[in-house]
């Protein structure tokens, strides 16, 4: 199972981006999708995450401007970044948690994918 994400770039500040992870291989299912950020300087942070059946949860630094979505049928998450600051600028991470993979199955568990870089400046 791989997660592939895209979207990161430069942006400036008030702009928008979206992001994208899609996660492929011989998937049953994905409970948890979210995105992690990690700014220079700093410990990496949850953004926001989504569960399967639609629950969300957001840091408070990205309430109201940021909005996670999934696509269960493509195993995708989305993250659509509204108003940005120069202090979002950070390396950002897909991740999936709780996964049921392969013929059998198998429970698979905190996958992350590769870093987009997101730059806001001022």
């Known amino acids: 199972v791989q997660l592939q994400a895209s979207g990161g770039g430069l942006v400036q500040a008030g702009g928008s981006l979206r992001l994208s992870c899609a996660a492929s291989?011989?998937?049953?299912?994905?409970?948890?999708m979210g995105w992690y950020r990690r700014a220079p300087g700093k410990q990496r942070e949850l953004v926001a995450s989504?569960?399967?059946?639609?629950?969300?949860n957001y840091a408070d630094s990205v309430k109201g401007r940021f909005t996670i979505s999934r696509d269960n049928a493509k195993n995708t998450v989305y993250l659509q970044m509204n108003s940005l600051k120069p202090d979002d600028t950070a390396v950002y991470y897909c991740?999936?948690?709780?996964?049921?993979?392969?013929?059998?199955?198998?429970?698979?568990?905190?996958?992350w994918g590769q870093g987009t870089l997101v730059t806001v400046s001022s």
């Open positions: 991740n999936a948690d709780q996964l049921r993979v392969g013929v059998f199955r198998t429970r698979e568990y905190d996958l």
């Open positions: 291989g011989n998937i049953f299912s994905i409970n948890v």
């Open positions: 989504i569960t399967s059946g639609g629950s969300t």
